[in-house]
């Protein structure tokens, strides 16, 4: 009885020992499943992300617009680039990168005549007065004084264009502005404007009065093409040369063009057929002061409006 004792309590010690060690192998085993299960969870979570990103990315490149196919027929678009052929890789620019044509400065166009004149009112200074003294001289080619806008003193100086009046022809009342425009509602405007302020405008001045302008306008009659012309050169016998020189000129209608692309008007470069080699007005093309241009020398600026039309 008492050996039967002794292999029962070794039978019960033992199946005691049994039990404690199945209960530890389950906790491990159960432990090292649930680490590999987060382990793989993290994983697949990462994996699920990066799949997000790349297809959210993929989902905005889809949604930005293409860059516009670039058509470099204005001479100005490029210049200061690298000519075709240099500098390996670099040429084979994105075409967001490349030069993009604005459309900005009117290029040839038939002669749209003398119905294209008449629908034009013409806003600016002396050398825009000038339009309609010499049609009443007997230049009919040009426009008379009813499409001429300019203070009665002859000339708009444009750091004075908020306050300033103009002529208006149907009424003959001095009037400002904005109000010439509300009434009239022009199909197309031509401004000639800034000769004066060259000699006394920075950049910053004359960008702000000459757009400030454009707003006016726009805001008045939101329907009205507008070009900006350029300024006219002077010539070597100017007599204010040394305040209203070329060079200025010249840096002036640079301004004048980038206006005009940030407020989407057109840019009219007369300038171009009025400078001589020299960099001067030719002598023989202004009314004898250096500055104003002759009766015969607008015509030529007429004919040069005609074959530039804004369509």
Same mark, same amino acid.
Request: hydrophobic letters at 35%; a negative charge.
């Given at each position: 009885?008492?050996?039967?004792?002794?292999?029962?309590?070794?039978?019960?010690?033992?199946?005691?020992?049994?039990?404690?060690?199945?209960?530890?192998?389950?906790?491990?085993?159960?432990?090292?499943?649930?680490?590999?299960?987060?382990?793989?969870?993290?994983?697949?979570?990462?994996?699920?992300?990066?799949?997000?990103?790349?297809?959210?990315?993929?989902?905005?490149?889809?949604?930005?617009?293409?860059?516009?196919?670039?058509?470099?027929?204005?001479?100005?678009?490029?210049?200061?680039?690298?000519?075709?052929?240099?500098?390996?890789?670099?040429?084979?620019?994105?075409?967001?990168?490349?030069?993009?044509?604005?459309?900005?400065?009117?290029?040839?166009?038939?002669?749209?005549?003398?119905?294209?004149?008449?629908?034009?009112?013409?806003?600016?200074?002396s050398t825009t007065y000038g339009i309609g003294f010499y049609y009443d001289k007997g230049y009919t080619d040009l426009c008379p004084?009813?499409?001429?806008?300019?203070?009665?003193?002859?000339?708009?100086?444009?750091?004075?264009?908020?306050?300033?009046?103009?002529?208006?022809?149907?009424?003959?009342?001095?009037?400002?502005?904005?109000?010439?425009?509300?009434?009239?509602?022009?199909?197309?405007?031509?401004?000639?404007?800034?000769?004066?302020?060259v000699s006394f405008m920075d950049e910053q001045w004359f960008v702000d009065e000459y757009s400030a302008l454009i707003n006016t306008?726009?805001?008045?009659?939101?329907?009205?093409?507008?070009?900006?012309?350029?300024?006219?050169?002077?010539?070597?016998?100017?007599?204010?040369?040394?305040?209203? =020189?070329? @060079?200025?000129?010249?840096?002036?209608? &640079?301004? !004048?063009? *980038?206006? #005009?692309?940030?407020?989407?008007?057109?840019?009219?470069?007369?300038?171009?057929?009025?400078?001589?080699?020299?960099?001067?007005?030719?002598?023989?093309?202004?009314?004898?002061?250096?500055?104003?241009? =002759?009766? @015969?020398?607008?015509?030529?600026?007429? &004919?040069? !409006?005609? *074959?530039? #039309?804004?369509?």
């Amino acid at each position: 009885m008492k050996n039967k004792g002794n292999i029962f309590g070794l039978a019960w010690h033992g199946a005691i020992l049994l039990c404690a060690a199945v209960c530890v192998f389950a906790l491990l085993f159960t432990s090292c499943t649930n680490y590999k299960g987060s382990d793989a969870f993290v994983s697949e979570k990462v994996e699920k992300e990066d799949k997000n990103d790349k297809n959210n990315d993929k989902d905005k490149k889809e949604e930005e617009p293409a860059a516009p196919e670039v058509e470099l027929t204005d001479p100005l678009v490029g210049i200061g680039g690298k000519n075709e052929g240099e500098g390996g890789n670099e040429n084979q620019q994105s075409e967001a990168q490349q030069p993009q044509q604005t459309g900005t400065v009117l290029g040839v166009t038939e002669d749209a005549g003398r119905e294209y004149l008449d629908k034009i009112i013409f806003l600016g200074d002396s050398t825009t007065y000038g339009i309609g003294f010499y049609y009443d001289k007997g230049y009919t080619d040009l426009c008379p004084p009813s499409q001429i806008w300019t203070p009665s003193s002859g000339t708009l100086t444009l750091s004075n264009q908020s306050t300033a009046t103009v002529v208006y022809p149907p009424t003959g009342a001095e009037i400002p502005i904005v109000d010439a425009v509300t009434d009239a509602k022009p199909e197309i405007m031509v401004l000639t404007l800034g000769v004066n302020g060259v000699s006394f405008m920075d950049e910053q001045w004359f960008v702000d009065e000459y757009s400030a302008l454009i707003n006016t306008i726009k805001t008045a009659s939101p329907e009205t093409k507008i070009i900006l012309n350029s300024i006219y050169p002077v010539a070597a016998s100017y007599k204010h040369i040394d305040s209203i =020189s070329n @060079e200025k000129i010249r840096a002036a209608n &640079e301004w !004048i063009q *980038t206006i #005009a692309e940030t407020t989407g008007c057109k840019y009219l470069n007369t300038y171009e057929i009025l400078v001589s080699a020299d960099g001067t007005l030719p002598e023989s093309d202004h009314n004898g002061d250096g500055i104003h241009l =002759s009766g @015969e020398t607008f015509g030529k600026v007429m &004919e040069y !409006i005609r *074959t530039h #039309a804004y369509n």
